[in-house]
């Protein structure tokens, strides 16, 4: 319930980049319940579509490599997707967030 409610949240808001509906995903994400969690990232992507935000950015990197949840794959591959529709037609700003190594 919680993971369609979160999903659908994202889908509502989608572009809107309403800082309390990310705030409330964050929260779902945080909690540690990884299917309801991985709504949550996904729905952060929408709600941020394109916004290019480098402070979101740099929490869904940040929270992306310190999850350690049994399906902690699943996450980060929502994590990347979503951190992709946030840069979104926002290129050229990409290329300051991406670091190798």
């Known amino acids: 319930m919680q993971h369609s409610a979160t999903f659908g949240l994202g889908i509502a808001g989608m572009g809107g980049r309403s800082s309390n509906s990310c705030n409330s995903l964050k929260e779902t994400l945080f909690n540690d319940f990884s299917v309801a969690g991985n709504a949550a990232s996904y729905a952060m992507g929408l709600v941020v579509l394109g ?3 480098p402070t979101c ?7 992306a490599k310190e999850t350690h949840h049994l399906e902690e794959d699943h996450l980060q ?14 290129r050229s700003q990409l290329y300051h967030c991406i670091t190798f190594g």
């Open 77 to 90: 591959s929502s994590h990347g997707v979503s951190i992709h529709l946030l840069w979104l037609t926002r």
């Open 51 to 53: 916004s290019a935000d």
């Open 57 to 63: 950015a740099e929490e869904m990197l940040t929270y």
